[in-house]
């Protein structure tokens, strides 16, 4: 089992819509969380950290919750332009940095 | 946007040869990474370091090597090049407020190898 886990996707999903995927992590020495945003051929670019008191920036909400282990990201009102692959990225007290394998958002005009 | 540049962009080389691969960030992060990421698939750690004279092997065997002299430079060196070796390289470094949590990685555009 990985250590972080993410539903690959795709998810097709209308222009306007909102869409949510979570990510699991299963070290419990988890400190820190992320999520990523990586455009095809593209580097990884940090879109938000993810607090467990739940943050926004804009359309994208991140929550965090540490009884269950997951974290969340919730796309409201979805422009073609964030499609995209999403990681979730999780760091540990140890210093490691794990990411999950992402998954793929694609808007549908 | 970040300031950590990788060269070259793209290349195309014959097995055998020897290659490096080019990192530098002007932020004077301390921590340095190299990333190798096949099309599609997640990305794998194969070294960091930790700053000047600090080099670590990641989770991913790698035949590559690297050395760290300068804190701004992280090259990444391949003795002899074979077609398994194909795959985009990625560079981030990172800035660790204080306390030591929230890391953020930026990365570089990233090398994309290909060995004939």
């Known amino acids: 089992r990985k250590e972080v886990e993410q539903d690959p996707g795709p998810f097709n999903v209308p222009e306007g819509a909102t869409v949510a995927f979570n990510c699991t992590y299963s070290n419990s020495a988890s400190q820190s969380f992320f999520w990523y945003r990586q455009d095809c051929r593209k580097e990884p670019k940090l879109l938000m950290s993810?607090?467990?008191s739940g943050n926004e920036d804009g359309r994208f909400t991140a929550q965090l919750n540490r009884a269950s282990q997951y974290i969340s990201l919730l796309i409201r009102d979805s422009k073609l332009s964030d499609s995209a692959t999403y990681l979730c990225v999780v760091s540990r007290w140890d210093d490691k940095i794990i990411f999950g394998k992402g998954t793929r958002l694609h808007i549908l005009p | 946007e970040a300031d950590i540049y990788q060269t070259p962009r793209y290349l195309v080389i014959g097995t055998g040869k020897k290659i490096t691969l080019e990192c530098s960030q002007t932020?004077?992060?301390?921590?340095m990474y190299w990333y190798q990421q096949d099309p599609g698939m997640e990305l794998h750690l194969i070294h960091y370091?930790?700053?000047?004279?600090?080099?670590e092997k990641g989770d991913l065997s790698s035949e590559s090597t690297v050395s760290r002299i300068r804190t701004e430079h992280f090259p990444l060196t391949l003795e002899s090049a074979r077609p398994s070796h194909t795959s985009q390289y990625l560079c981030a470094s990172s800035e660790i407020p204080l306390g030591g949590f929230n890391e953020k990685l930026f990365f570089g555009s990233g090398t994309q190898l290909s060995v004939l």
């Open positions: 370091s930790y700053g000047v004279n600090s080099t």
């Open positions: 932020m004077g992060h301390d921590k």
């Open positions: 993810v607090y467990s």
